[in-house]
């Protein structure tokens, strides 16, 4: 039974009320997909009746329950590559020539879904920063508190680490955990976790020397857009690093970055 078009309405405004993403018409299927197996847990009879629960007595665990459920946390190790081997080959070096021996190294994970992303980043510092795991401190935040405790737990199922993990980082960096992979200690005490909604007000966490705010800004209109940017620079070292999705930019969005051409793909500085 598809969706009637007073619920998908109803839902698309509150989705965008609590965290500024946009649902288009045409999403319908996708709604209905995503708040099935929610229904099902509350006791809902289906959708419909979830729907006119929340619209009749609102409430902060089910209005959250939809929310974090039409979030898309599509997420791999080493997601397209690129990106993560110019932090390793070029953003690495230049922060250690920069930095003073003693001073922290600071990257958020401003997306950070399961910890796939944050975790990359980690072993990857283990390999190229010297004493990695103790110099360099990664902030994950996520607007879903489940993606959060996930990220936190740094526990994945086989079939997740077999989505783009290298068989040396598997060894190096997990240990068996029943039928879960967990992270090693000390890639994990890297990781400070915090739920964290990107349209809202931040904060204040850093400053930060390298962001990764991936596949995120395609999901809001261009003034949260916009929004977000100056936020997310205001929290970042003047001459940090900003990573974007490669179907984002900053380009006709907020003239406050640089875009900066490393390898085959780029990044985005601020401008002073």
């Known amino acids: 039974m598809s969706l009637a078009a007073a619920d998908f309405s109803y839902v698309a405004d509150l989705v965008r009320r609590e965290s500024a993403i946009v649902l ?27 729907v006119e629960r929340s619209r009749r007595r609102p409430d902060k665990a089910t209005t959250q329950s939809i929310v974090e459920a039409l979030t898309t946390n599509e997420t791999s190790w080493y997601r397209d590559g690129d990106p993560f081997s110019q932090l390793g080959t070029s ?16 990257v958020w994970s401003a997306a950070c879904s399961s910890g796939q992303e944050p975790y990359t980043i980690g072993m990857i510092a283990s390999e190229v920063v010297p004493a990695g795991t103790s110099r360099v401190a990664i902030t994950a935040t996520d607007l879903s508190q489940e993606m959060v405790d996930r990220t936190k737990a740094g526990r994945f199922s086989q079939l997740e680490v077999n989505r783009g993990l290298p068989a040396p980082m ?27 909604n990107l349209a809202q007000p931040y904060p ?8 990764f705010l991936r596949n995120v800004l395609i999901y809001f209109d261009v003034p949260t857009k ?5 936020k997310v620079r205001a929290q970042m070292r003047p ?19 640089e875009r900066v051409a490393l390898g085959r793909t780029s990044a985005y500085r601020p401008i002073a």
């Open 239 to 257: 001459d940090g690093w900003l990573f974007l999705g490669a179907a984002e930019t900053t380009l006709g969005v907020d003239p406050g970055w």
């Open 204 to 211: 204040r966490m850093g400053p930060f020397d390298v962001v």
């Open 170 to 196: 598997l060894v190096r960096h997990f240990t068996r955990a029943g039928t879960e992979w967990e992270v090693s200690p000390a890639l994990r005490s890297m990781v400070t976790t915090s739920t964290l």
């Open 91 to 106: 953003v690495f070096p230049q922060l250690l020539a920069q930095r003073s021996p003693g001073e922290k190294i600071r």
């Open 24 to 50: 288009s018409p045409g999403k319908e299927y996708l709604v209905e997909a995503r708040l099935l197996p929610v229904a099902r847990r509350s006791g809902d009879a289906g959708v419909a009746q979830l």
């Open 226 to 230: 916009q929004d977000i940017l100056r």
